[in-house]
């Protein structure tokens, strides 16, 4: 059997202004809910790559979400995911290493 590889190293997700950061979670919750988690975890800065989680399943809303965040927000991509509060990763281990939870505070 062959050697495993080491697992690649952490790497941080690019930084969001304080008023990104309102934005995004103010946006996001507006559909998700307030409990919503939302995490920042693509380390490319013209890539901004969040993850939702929530028990709320909202559809083909989810575009519009998006839509509303690539108004505001100035990047070369936005990549919005969203998964249910399961408890499994389900292909999401990426975001849960090296995710950033954007501050609750940042929502007032």
């Not at 946006?27 to 988690?37: C, E, L, S």
């Amino acid at each position: 059997m062959p050697k495993a590889h080491p697992p690649l190293p952490l790497q941080k997700p690019a930084p969001l202004t304080a008023e990104e950061e309102r934005y995004i979670l103010k946006t996001i919750r507006a559909y998700y809910g307030d409990d919503a988690i939302v995490r920042n975890w693509g380390p490319d800065p013209r890539r901004l790559m969040l993850h939702v989680e929530s028990d709320r399943d909202i559809g083909l809303s989810r575009y519009e979400c998006l839509g509303l965040l690539m108004c505001e927000i100035i990047r070369e991509q936005i990549d919005l995911q969203a998964s249910r509060r399961s408890g499994k990763w389900k292909g999401y281990k990426t975001v849960y290493r090296q995710g950033v939870i954007i501050p609750t505070a940042g929502s007032d």
